[in-house]
């Protein structure tokens, strides 16, 4: 049987945040059976911190920067956990955030990954997210970010996908439908992931009773045009490598109105809207490396389209639901 959970953290000059990242890790009440740091080949001396500072993290250290997905990669192909947790350097956890995600998830070989309530770091009143949703119009969110926290939100047992900053995958469901995207490098990956374990038959299990926090804008993806860029190209490849024709046929309209948006967005000026625009065209010029991939992705699909719809459908009306409530509160705080 193999240990219980490495966690991986990919680091690119993050040395401001390590210090607290991993003194939340070292103070697990279940403590995983590695810590590894990958570093981007980071500009700031975070690899020789963690190495002076912190010994018993295992230090993988990048020749170059091979992105957000290269360095999770190499991270999970060298652990040894049964379960896999990705935890990004702006991020910290309660001591037991470890010990509940792995108990829930337990033995059941169909949960394939777990996501767990991610506050935000500097508010813990607020939220970054209670997993991922997906949407017909090939959109993904965090699900109820910014909201404030409180125990009554309609929140569902299954959810589409942890977010990638704190997030805890099953060894065993990743070697069946592979890792994380290379071509991606950023941006969308996780979204490609969970859909890949939606698609094999995985779920997505929400433990709110495991918190964590999340900065959200340290980790060195901020956005620029480049990044904007990659975001536009990774949203469709996320859709044509991953959606079964059924789903195509069926919301062609809302795929075809949220680029129309963005599109229009590009001609009023917007400069983000225009490098998304060039960003799905490039994913059009890559169309037969994904039509390859998608192959190999079907030929492990056990989900039907019908339940697919159905997922999307019941994220859409939880989004609807949870701006009902998050409108609802601007409004009382308004008046208050």
């Not at 959970?5 to 890790?25: E, F, H, K, M, T």
């Not at 009440?29 to 990958?38: G, R, S």
């Not at 999340?214 to 045009?225: C, F, I, L, V």
């Not at 039509?291 to 056990?302: G, I």
Request: glycine share 8%; with cysteine; hydrophobic share 40%.
């Amino acid at each position: 049987m193999k240990p219980i959970a490495s966690v991986i953290i990919p680091n690119l000059n993050g040395r401001v945040w390590l210090d607290r990242c991993i003194q939340s890790l070292l103070a697990q009440t279940l403590q995983p059976v590695e810590i590894i740091l990958v570093d981007q080949n980071s500009n700031d001396g975070s690899a020789d911190y963690v190495a002076e500072t912190f010994p018993q993290v295992r230090l993988i250290r990048q020749p170059q920067d091979r992105g957000f997905t290269g360095a999770c990669n190499d991270g999970i192909e060298a652990a040894a956990g049964g379960f896999i947790a990705l935890f990004n350097t702006d991020a910290r956890a309660e001591p037991d955030w470890l010990e509940v995600l792995a108990k829930a998830m337990g033995k059941d070989e169909t949960t394939g990954s777990a996501a767990c309530k991610t506050l935000d770091y500097d508010d813990s009143a607020r939220i970054y997210s209670l997993g991922d949703g997906f949407l017909p119009n090939g959109d993904a969110f965090n699900i109820a970010r910014g909201m404030r926290d409180r125990p009554d939100l309609p929140m569902p047992r299954f959810v589409f996908g942890g977010s990638g900053c704190t997030v805890v995958y099953r060894r065993s469901a990743l070697d069946h439908v592979g890792l994380l995207d290379e071509d991606f490098y950023t941006f969308h990956e996780d979204v490609d992931l969970n859909l890949r374990l939606q698609l094999a038959g995985y779920k997505c299990l929400y433990v709110p009773e495991a918190v964590a926090y999340h900065a959200g804008y340290a980790t060195g993806r901020k956005t620029n045009d480049r990044l904007a860029f990659i975001s536009g190209r990774n949203r469709w490849f996320v859709l044509l490598k991953n959606w079964p024709w059924r789903l195509w046929l069926r919301f062609a309209p809302q795929l075809a109105r949220r680029q129309a948006q963005v599109a229009w967005w590009a001609l009023k000026g917007s400069r983000t809207s225009r490098a998304r625009c060039r960003g799905a065209l490039s994913a059009l010029r890559s169309l037969p490396r994904e039509l390859r991939k998608r192959r190999a992705v079907q030929r492990l699909r056990r989900v039907g389209a019908g339940e697919l719809v159905a997922m999307l459908q019941a994220h859409g009306t939880l989004r609807r639901q949870l701006q009902a409530i998050a409108d609802q509160e601007t409004k009382a705080e308004h008046h208050g």
